[in-house]
């Protein structure tokens, strides 16, 4: 199921740590702090523990969201940008 | 937002590239610029087919603790080294039964249903080729359905021979392959015709275009069978109808015989019927041509087809038909060759 995972995280090295880990699971960089992509069932299981046990009592949140193909033809991209953003 | 798609598959054909590993990502570099990252869990196969690349230690770690194979090809298309692990391989059951078959009625009756499958993969590409001229060209259907009968004729004599041990019966069937192969040749040289220049089939080191394009096509799909035949607990090195020679696949070319004709025929010859240019340069195919023919047999492998009353995508019942082999050489059932569809 697609899969948007946000997050706002105080510290650089955790941030990073997340940032990475998000690529490692095949997802795309939409935005800063905003990674999309398809998962299944088990790998998003995975991947929640992953960032849980990486941001562990650190400043932050983090919100992994799988979103059905419905809704998700409502998104509206409104953009400025000619590029997405650099890797933050 | 754009692709989400991945490649399974990472080909590396630039001169100076780098293969290395980040966090668990496969990263690709070209002049020390990263041009593509893939995550491990996504890939499939390493294919590396230039000269003068690099990989390092830790990516190749990686790739094998994941079952990823890195595979070598050279210019032609002829793969020179494979890296694997060498603990995918634990079944003993397996392979003793694969060399004690080799002395019984199992490697016979192995050998004769690749072969069999060879030779019905045949006839049906050349009916899949010949079905739309049927209307179009009369003449030229005619002609390969002549083919076609013959071959079924081979298939016929195929079927009867009989023996106790692959060694008594080698010549046999080898002869009976390589009739029908030369049939199939000629059926495809009239389906192709117009279109290039086919001097008829050449193994090694051929320079036509369309030789070239098929050696290159089963280079490729060497390296996925002998993926499977590893990934089944087999042995690649021990075959039955190709005689045991150090350094040979011999179980790798007597399994493809039944994909050679749905895989790689078939996308080379609907890429000649199609006009599609083949560049060559110095006698080999250029780049961008083997770029495109290694796109198109992976489009290929990725198509679905019909097998045991189910779709299954064509990579995967190569997969399935390598463990069928083994569960036949232990005697627990009995193979049955992958025939494609017409």
């Known amino acids: ?88 | 937002m754009s692709s989400l798609e991945h490649p399974s598959e990472v080909f590396v054909s630039n001169y100076g590239s780098f293969l290395g590993k980040k966090s668990e990502r496969l990263v690709l570099k070209e002049n020390g610029q990263t041009v593509l990252e893939v995550p491990f869990y996504e890939l499939q196969n390493i294919i590396i087919e230039t000269s003068g690349a690099s990989i390092s230690t830790d990516c190749i770690k990686e790739c094998m603790q994941r079952g990823i194979p890195i595979s070598f090809l050279s210019s032609t298309g002829k793969p020179y080294a494979t890296i694997v692990s060498p603990h995918l391989t634990g079944t003993v059951v397996t392979r003793r039964a694969q060399y004690e078959a080799f002395k019984d009625k199992r490697g016979v009756q192995m050998v004769k249903l690749f072969v069999e499958g060879k030779l019905k993969n045949q006839v049906n590409t050349l009916k899949y080729f010949a079905k739309y001229r049927k209307s179009a060209d009369k003449e030229l259907f005619n002609n390969v359905q002549s083919v076609i009968d013959k071959i079924e004729t081979t298939a016929q004599e195929l079927k009867e021979i009989t023996g106790n041990c692959i060694n008594d019966v080698r010549g046999q069937i080898m002869s009976a392959e390589g009739r029908a192969g030369n049939l199939y040749w000629q059926g495809i040289k009239l389906l192709t015709a117009g279109k290039i220049d086919f001097p008829g089939r050449e193994h090694a080191g051929a320079a036509d275009p369309m030789n070239s394009l098929l050696n290159y096509g089963y280079g490729i799909l060497y390296g996925k069978v002998e993926k499977c035949l590893i990934l089944a607990g087999l042995d690649p090195y021990a075959g039955f109808l190709h005689v045991d020679r150090s350094g040979k696949e011999s179980l790798v070319y007597d399994f493809v015989e039944e994909f050679r004709q749905p895989v790689v025929d078939r996308v080379v010859v609907a890429m000649i019927n199609k006009g599609i240019p083949i560049e060559m340069e110095d006698g080999q195919l250029s780049q961008k041509t083997r770029r495109d023919l290694a796109e198109r047999i992976k489009e290929r492998l990725d198509t679905a087809e019909r097998f045991q009353g189910k779709k299954y995508r064509l990579q995967t019942i190569i997969q399935m038909q390598a463990r069928r082999i083994a569960t036949h050489l232990r005697g627990e059932a009995r193979y049955k060759p992958y025939v494609s569809g017409w």
């Open chain 1, 1 to 88: 199921m697609k899969t948007f995972v946000i997050y706002d995280i105080e510290e650089d090295r955790i941030r990073n740590k997340i940032l990475e880990t998000c690529r490692d699971y095949g997802l795309e960089h939409v935005q800063y702090s905003t990674f999309f992509g398809e998962l299944n069932h088990n790998r998003r299981e995975e991947l929640k523990l992953r960032l849980k046990k990486t941001l562990g009592r650190k400043n932050g949140k983090i919100l992994v969201f799988p979103i059905c193909d419905k809704d998700l033809k409502l998104l509206e991209n409104i953009c400025n940008f000619p590029e997405l953003p650099p890797d933050a």
